[in-house]
Nanobody
Framework: QVQLVESGGGLVQSGGSLTLICSVS????????MGWYRQRPGEQYESVAV?????STVESLKGRFNFFFDNVKNTVTLQMNNMKPEDSATYLC???????????WGKGTLVTVRS
C-alpha cells in the first residue's frame, strides 16, 4: 500500500519560513507527477508546485517558494520563504501514478501564517 507522508507544517509569523517534506512509503508505484497542492478554507485545491517524470516542473509561487524533487528518494520538498497570511492553508502532497492508474494524496499538513 502506498502512502504519502508529509511533515513540516505549523505556525509561523508573517515574513518567516517553513519547509514541507513529503516522502512515499510502500509500493509498488511509479511517478508521473508529484508535488504540493494547498487548500484554503472554503476554497478549491490550488496547485503550488509539481514535478513531472520528464524533469519539468510547474511552480505557481516560484520566487518565494523553492521546490525540489528527488527522483531517487521520491521526495518533494517545498521551502516557503517570506510567508504571508494568505499562504495559510492545508498543504497536501500529491502523487500521480499513471502506470498503475492511481492518484495518491497525503493527509495534509496545516500551515498558519500570523500577521
Amino acid at each position: 500500500q502506498v502512502q504519502l507522508v508529509e511533515s513540516g507544517g505549523g505556525l509561523v509569523q508573517s515574513g518567516g519560513s517553513l519547509t514541507l517534506i513529503c516522502s512515499v512509503s510502500g509500493g509498488p508505484f511509479t511517478v508521473y507527477a508529484m508535488g504540493w497542492y494547498r487548500q484554503r478554507p472554503g476554497e478549491q485545491y490550488e496547485s503550488v508546485a509539481v514535478a513531472f517524470s520528464d524533469g519539468s516542473t510547474v511552480e505557481s509561487l516560484k520566487g518565494r517558494f523553492n521546490f525540489f524533487f528527488d527522483n531517487v528518494k521520491n521526495t518533494v520538498t517545498l521551502q516557503m520563504n517570506n510567508m504571508k497570511p494568505e499562504d495559510s492553508a492545508t498543504y497536501l502532497c500529491h502523487l500521480d501514478d499513471r502506470d498503475y492508474g492511481r492518484v495518491y494524496w497525503g493527509k495534509g499538513t496545516l500551515v498558519t501564517v500570523r500577521s
